[in-house]
């Protein structure tokens, strides 16, 4: 087993994007962030003794939570590449995670869509020497191995993505939300780590439903009072431990949009605490102010999103997607006709003469001067006339 770069190890303070998962559930008010480990800190290479979990070989570490690690991993049985996401065996102990970790998989798999990762399987790993709890396994969930970088990676790469692509990646998006809404399930956590995009196909998965939830049961969060998600992409009704509902999942989503737009989150404070504060009191500064020359759909679409009542957003996923849709559209055929436009312009400037006065001696070609064939030729026609006048004469 060799360690490919989890993607924690890139220097990201401990308040920074990271999901807060906290939940009274079962009697057990257990909170920590992702980024922390639930119990000791944990090297993702040695929590399996074995390189074996269920039917899977594992490869290799693509990415450390605080929930599991998600291993690239070969299904032995169908000889095909899967992400393995397993438990800490630490985390594995708490009943509330392991319920929410088996959630997950529940959550995700219920929906069969092209923009939300596929789950192959959910299953348990028995682990020898750890105490896992009641069930004396570690879970584990098989999904389809994606290739490609998260939205955080091509933003770390990028800074900031051109609108057009901003259009495409946050129409999926919103396809994919959709989907998972028309179940009655909030994913209650976009952000740019939890979106995938596909390298050879330019499509966008949705990642991540470690805490997505029924919208049916949303009323135990209600009245437990706590906050869940990730600061930075967070809803004002879920910073402020109210209750949630799909519309929640369109203002992460207007505040991934802004970022990708602009480059900064529209909340971003020195710490989760004055993240929080800002995403339920302050108002942003509108996209347009941040970039100037945005098409103004897209500028209207982004800042409505980020409404702080779920009231004045758009309500639908679907309303978005199909907003999006068209924004994309219009941006693609400003795209062609500036293309052509440029290649028009590059081609007449090709066909105009060069006006610029250039000295003869300047040009490097043989231009004027005779080549010694024509030379040659020239000799043997003198020759040939002189001969035809000599047998003229005589
Ligand atoms: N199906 C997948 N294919 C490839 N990489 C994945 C896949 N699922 C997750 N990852 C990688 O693992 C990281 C963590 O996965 P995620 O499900 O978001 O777990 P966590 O709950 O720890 O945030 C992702 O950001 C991504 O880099
Ligand atoms: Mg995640």
């Given at each position: 087993?060799?360690?490919?770069?989890?993607?924690?190890?890139?220097?990201?303070?401990?308040?920074?994007?990271?999901?807060?998962?906290?939940?009274?559930?079962?009697?057990?008010?257990?909170?920590?962030?992702?980024?922390?480990?639930?119990?000791p800190?944990?090297?993702?290479?040695?929590?399996?003794?074995?390189?074996?979990?269920?039917?899977?070989?594992?490869?290799?570490?693509?990415?450390?939570?605080?929930?599991?690690?998600?291993?690239?991993?070969?299904?032995?049985?169908?000889?095909?590449?899967?992400?393995?996401?397993?438990?800490?065996?630490?985390?594995?102990?708490?009943?509330t995670f392991?319920?929410?970790?088996?959630?997950?998989?529940?959550?995700?798999?219920?929906?069969?869509?092209?923009?939300?990762?596929?789950?192959?399987?959910?299953?348990?790993?028995?682990?020898?020497q750890?105490?896992?709890?009641?069930?004396?396994?570690?879970p584990?969930?098989?999904?389809?191995?994606?290739?490609?970088?998260?939205?955080?990676?091509?933003?770390?790469?990028?800074?900031?993505?051109?609108?057009?692509?901003?259009?495409?990646?946050?129409?999926?998006?919103?396809?994919?939300?959709a989907?998972?809404?028309?179940?009655?399930?909030?994913?209650?956590?976009?952000?740019?780590?939890?979106?995938?995009?596909?390298?050879?196909?330019?499509?966008?998965k949705?990642?991540?439903?470690?805490?997505?939830?029924?919208?049916?049961?949303?009323?135990?969060?209600?009245?437990?009072?706590?906050?869940l998600?990730?600061?930075?992409?967070?809803?004002?009704?879920?910073?402020?431990?109210?209750?949630?509902?799909?519309?929640?999942?369109?203002?992460?989503?207007?505040?991934v949009?802004?970022?990708?737009?602009?480059?900064?989150?529209?909340?971003?404070?020195?710490?989760?605490a004055?993240?929080?504060?800002?995403?339920t009191?302050?108002?942003?500064?509108?996209?347009?102010?941040?970039?100037?020359?945005?098409?103004?759909k897209?500028?209207?679409?982004?800042?409505?999103?980020?409404?702080?009542?779920?009231?004045?957003?758009?309500?639908?996923?679907?309303?978005?997607?199909?907003?999006?849709?068209?924004?994309?559209?219009?941006?693609?055929?400003?795209?062609?006709?500036?293309?052509?436009?440029?290649?028009?312009?590059?081609?007449?400037?090709?066909?105009?003469?060069?006006?610029?006065?250039?000295?003869?001696?300047?040009?490097?070609?043989g231009?004027?001067?005779?080549?010694?064939?024509?030379?040659?030729?020239?000799?043997?026609?003198?020759?040939?006339?002189?001969l035809?006048?000599?047998?003229?004469?005589?």
């Amino acid at each position: 087993m060799t360690q490919q770069g989890p993607n924690q190890s890139d220097g990201r303070s401990p308040d920074d994007d990271e999901t807060i998962v906290s939940e009274p559930f079962d009697g057990d008010d257990s909170t920590h962030k992702t980024g922390e480990h639930a119990g000791p800190s944990v090297d993702p290479q040695r929590v399996l003794e074995a390189d074996r979990v269920g039917d899977y070989r594992i490869v290799d570490v693509i990415g450390v939570g605080g929930m599991g690690i998600v291993y690239r991993a070969e299904d032995v049985m169908l000889k095909r590449t899967v992400a393995l996401k397993v438990m800490k065996p630490e985390v594995a102990s708490n009943e509330t995670f392991r319920k929410r970790f088996l959630r997950e998989a529940e959550s995700a798999a219920r929906i069969d869509h092209e923009n939300i990762v596929t789950i192959y399987q959910v299953g348990q790993h028995k682990v020898g020497q750890h105490k896992v709890g009641r069930h004396q396994g570690v879970p584990y969930i098989a999904m389809r191995y994606l290739s490609g970088e998260s939205l955080r990676e091509r933003l770390k790469r990028e800074g900031r993505i051109e609108p057009r692509l901003v259009a495409n990646i946050g129409r999926q998006v919103a396809t994919g939300l959709a989907a998972a809404h028309g179940i009655g399930l909030i994913h209650r956590d976009i952000k740019p780590d939890n979106l995938w995009l596909e390298a050879e196909t330019g499509r966008v998965k949705i990642l991540d439903f470690g805490l997505a939830r029924s919208q049916e049961t949303d009323m135990r969060l209600t009245k437990s009072g706590v906050v869940l998600g990730t600061p930075k992409y967070m809803s004002p009704e879920q910073a402020t431990a109210k209750t949630v509902d799909h519309r929640s999942d369109l203002f992460s989503l207007g505040s991934v949009l802004y970022h990708l737009l602009s480059g900064t989150e529209p909340f971003g404070g020195s710490d989760s605490a004055a993240t929080l504060i800002k995403v339920t009191q302050a108002d942003f500064a509108p996209i347009q102010k941040v970039c100037p020359n945005l098409n103004p759909k897209l500028a209207r679409l982004v800042n409505a999103l980020l409404a702080k009542h779920p009231d004045k957003r758009p309500q639908s996923a679907r309303e978005v997607a199909l907003n999006l849709a068209e924004i994309e559209k219009q941006l693609e055929a400003e795209h062609e006709a500036n293309a052509r436009r440029q290649s028009l312009t590059e081609t007449a400037d090709l066909a105009s003469p060069d006006p610029s006065p250039v000295p003869t001696s300047a040009i490097p070609t043989g231009v004027g001067r005779p080549s010694p064939l024509s030379l040659v030729l020239l000799g043997l026609g003198i020759v040939l006339i002189g001969l035809l006048l000599v047998a003229f004469l005589f």
